[in-house]
């Protein structure tokens, strides 16, 4: 049963990880290179860093989960 929650906790954490890599990526591909490359204006730019910082809120939601499933195991 122990191992069922590590796996688990160790998928979870992987996951974060890819969540915040990948939006960390996006986010810079999108405002440095996309975005001026293609001439899109500021708003677009500030769209880009709202969706970044939704990617970030749903990291750290993840992370409090995770938080949570590490303490109950422990306990």
């Known amino acids: 049963m122990s191992n069922d929650k590590d796996t688990a906790i160790a998928a979870k954490g992987r996951h974060i990880a890819l969540v915040i890599a990948g939006t960390m990526v996006a986010w810079l591909v999108l405002s440095l290179f996309i975005g001026p490359m293609l001439g899109l204006p500021g708003r677009y730019a500030l769209l880009f860093?709202?969706?970044?910082?939704?990617?970030?809120?749903?990291?750290?939601?993840?992370i409090f989960q995770l938080?949570?499933?590490r303490q109950d195991s422990q306990g």
């Not at 860093?49 to 993840?62: E, F, H, K, R, T």
């Open 49 to 62: 860093d709202l969706l970044a910082l939704a990617g970030l809120i749903y990291a750290l939601v993840n």
């Open 67 to 69: 938080w949570r499933m």
